[in-house]
């Protein structure tokens, strides 16, 4: 039995609304492609009412790496994502939907990649999608427009799969929809980004939870707003501090050290 603390090397997110029919065998694939990595799944119940809650209870009670976390009132996909991250404990964080469309045997060469030390995002690149149309289309309008708006080096930004560092995501300013821009906000962070091919597959049971109004025109209005934000962003900037030896006067070996009542000592 791990420690409640233990730290993995890898949270796996999962956003999930009413996907009972799906989880059970997408944890099942992911205990298996992860089988040689430390890491902890955690799920993040946005309301559901299919009985998605009652299934993680009984499958965290015999499942010591995931850790269930429950919304009263569906907050949307982007505040879980955001809330898992902050609750993580690994280094590194995986996403993938939870409708099992996400092949989780991807995300071993995600992290391998996303390890080389040289980027803070590693993105999935769904090569053949297997959405219906109207997904596909506004999917290929809304690529476009903003990769010619945010030039965020990302052919796939709504790839579910992506790999990045904990500590660059906490950082970033959360908004509502902000999954979608992940790439382009890490990048106005300072961060590197690559994409990887992934596999892509058809959704196994329910229904998706995007049309056409909820997933292009509110990301073409959200656009702008990640516009404004890297216009606003003056990162990376150079900051050197100086060092604490040249803090300290010279001769006083007691000069800033505080005694145990909390004072500051004098010589």
């Excluded at 089988?35 to 009412?49: G, K, L, M, N, W």
């Excluded at 099992?100 to 390890?115: I, K, M, S, T, Y």
């Amino acid at each position: 039995m791990r420690s409640p603390l233990h730290s993995p090397l890898l949270s796996i997110l999962i956003p999930a609304k009413d996907e009972a029919g799906n989880l059970p065998g997408l944890l099942d694939e992911i205990e298996r492609a992860l089988a040689d990595i430390d890491h902890e799944v955690i799920v993040v119940d946005d309301a559901s009412t299919d009985g998605t809650w009652d299934l993680l209870e009984r499958r965290a009670a015999r499942s010591p790496r995931l850790r269930p976390m429950r919304h009263a009132l569906s907050a949307g996909q982007s505040t879980s994502v955001w809330q898992a991250a902050r609750a993580a404990r690994g280094v590194w964080l995986g996403t993938l939907d939870g409708d099992g469309q996400n092949d989780p045997a991807d995300l071993p060469r995600l992290f391998e990649r996303a390890r080389r030390g040289d980027v803070a995002l590693v993105a999935g690149h769904r090569i053949n999608r297997r959405d219906d149309w109207i997904k596909r289309v506004s999917s290929r309008v809304a690529n476009r427009v903003r990769s010619a708006l945010l030039n965020d080096a990302t052919p796939d930004t709504g790839c579910g799969l992506k790999v990045v560092r904990r500590n660059a995501f906490v950082s970033l300013p959360y908004f509502d929809h902000m999954h979608r821009f992940l790439p382009a906000l890490i990048r106005a962070q300072g961060g590197r980004c690559v994409s990887v091919p992934v596999n892509h597959r058809p959704r196994g049971a329910g229904e998706s939870h995007y049309g056409l109004n909820n997933r292009l025109w509110v990301g073409l209005v959200d656009m702008v707003g990640v516009m404004w934000l890297r216009r606003r962003s003056r990162l990376p900037a150079a900051c050197v501090e100086l060092p604490e030896a040249m803090t300290t006067p010279s001769g006083d070996a007691t000069a800033g050290q505080r005694r145990p009542d909390g004072e500051e000592a004098t010589s």
